[in-house]
């Protein structure tokens, strides 16, 4: 069994288990819910073989890296991450309905890295040949993954203000009504740039210490690198304005959001459009 077939086993889970979270949302059936995290916890567990098998694979080919060289590679660990964080905070709090708005990043990355993109092992560019690409990508990784469920959370959160505000209050038998109440989903918010602004900033301490090895300067600028400290200050910003001064609710929410778009941003937008010293991280 190769690794693709489990990829593309894994996308079709994670396609079922989202339809069956916005089944839920409108149903109210409490086993739907349940069967769609059943069903994404199924995919992460392929996911997790297929990663395995990959780096097999690739030390069958004499190649022998872990798989996180490329864009195909990349975003399949990004989709990974994505479901770990959730399947966390789907433990400790069970909040289903929450699948509906995070399980949708990692099914568009996997969707992508399937139909879109080039899957092929290849040796590692001399600047990837270091024990550092693999601190450096997982810390960065695992922040992104946090990024993505607080937004999801506060695409929630805005939804759920809205309904409130516009029709005074939300009926018991809408869908919106399923949502955890407004201070839940802004504490999740919170608790999850909590997690991610840390490993964030390991990974910007790694990927410095990696530059350095590679070529010889711990920062020059590269766009890459410029992005990363946008996204840095972005949710830095956020944690100040959240301890300081009492920033909640929808300001919040915006800020979150904004901040996953210059996440995005700075892993697609920079390797895809922008030339610099990670232009190979496009590949």
């Known amino acids: 069994m190769s690794s693709s077939f489990l990829f593309n086993a894994t996308t079709l889970s994670y396609l079922v288990s989202m339809l069956l979270f916005f089944l839920f949302l409108g149903s109210r059936n409490r086993t739907i819910g349940y069967a769609g995290s ?50 966390l905070i ?55 993954a946090a990024f993505a469920v607080a937004c999801g959370v506060s695409i929630m959160y805005l939804i759920k203000v809205h309904h409130e505000r516009a029709l005074g209050n939300v009926s018991a038998g809408s869908v919106v009504a399923r949502f955890p109440s407004a201070i839940i989903l ?32 711990y920062w020059s600028w590269d766009p890459k690198e410029t992005w990363s400290l946008i996204v840095w200050f972005i949710y830095a910003a956020f944690l100040h304005a959240r301890i300081t001064r009492g920033w909640v609710g929808k300001r919040a929410a915006l800020l979150s959001i904004l901040g996953f778009i210059a996440t995005i941003f700075c892993y697609l937008g920079v390797n895809l459009l922008l030339s610099g010293l990670h232009s190979y991280g496009g590949g």
């Open 38 to 87: 059943i069903i994404v916890y199924f995919g992460f567990i392929l996911q997790t073989v297929a990663i395995g098998l990959r780096w097999k694979e690739s030390y069958l080919l004499g190649i022998g890296h872990a798989p996180l060289s490329n864009l195909y590679e990349s975003v399949v660990f990004f989709s990974w991450t994505i479901i770990l964080i959730f399947a």
């Open 90 to 144: 789907d433990f400790r709090y069970k909040f289903r309905e929450i699948g509906a708005f995070v399980v949708p990043f990692a099914l568009s990355g996997m969707a992508w890295a399937q139909l879109g993109l080039n899957s092929g092992i290849d040796p590692l560019v001399p600047a990837l040949q270091s024990n550092w690409l693999l601190y450096h990508v997982v810390t960065c990784f695992l922040g992104y």
């Open 186 to 217: 802004d504490d999740l918010n919170y608790k999850a740039i909590m997690v991610g602004f840390p490993l964030l900033t390991l990974g910007i301490i790694t990927g410095a210490a990696w530059a350095n090895y590679a070529w010889g300067s």
